[in-house]
């Protein structure tokens, strides 16, 4: 004989499969309305240097190396959030921030005012004050110093 009556089992299921549903919808609403942040930014620790480049401040690139810069550059694109899928964004990029890693492997993120660029594949931004706002901030903190 089963410790579990059949009743209660099938309560059980019913209240599981309740929160399940309710957890997903409140998960895509939430994605929905914030979007999904960037993944697979390295550590600061993992970083040996990083070279951006802003076009809008020239076409060379500026190579940092040292450690509160790397822990910045390693931060500042959590500030982006993109949409789930992507797009098919004509535009290019107008910053281009490549990790340099410690085991010699590279990591790029791209942006412009409206889209994220991840892998060769175009996300747009959540809002588009953030694509502004995060240009403004890389070229105050990296270019104006």
């Given amino acids: 004989m089963s410790i579990i009556k059949p009743k209660t089992l099938q309560n059980l299921k019913q209240y599981l499969l309740t ?17 999904l942040p960037i993944f697979g930014i390295p550590d600061a620790k993992e ?23 790397l822990e910045m550059a390693s931060k500042m ?5 993109h949409r789930l899928l ?4 004509e535009s290019s ?6 990790y340099q890693l410690k085991d010699g492997k590279t990591w790029m993120v791209q942006t ?26 890389i070229e105050g903190y990296f270019f104006c110093y």
Avoid: C, H, W
């Avoid at 409140?26 to 309305?33: A, C, E, I, Q």
């Avoid at 070279?51 to 690139?61: A, F, S, V, Y």
């Avoid at 990029?93 to 490549?98: E, G």
């Fill in 112 to 137: 412009n005012e409206t889209a994220v660029f991840l892998k060769g594949k175009a996300y747009p931004i959540r809002k588009k004050e953030y694509g502004d706002t995060f240009a403004k901030i």
């Fill in 93 to 98: 990029p107008l910053i281009t921030i490549t």
């Fill in 77 to 81: 694109p959590y500030f982006l959030s």
């Fill in 86 to 89: 992507p797009t098919k964004d």
């Fill in 19 to 35: 929160a399940l549903i309710s957890v997903a919808i409140v998960t895509g609403m939430f994605l929905y309305s914030n979007g």
């Fill in 47 to 69: 970083i040996a240097s990083v070279e951006i480049i802003d076009l809008r401040q020239g076409t060379e690139p500026k190579k940092f190396t040292e450690p509160e810069q």
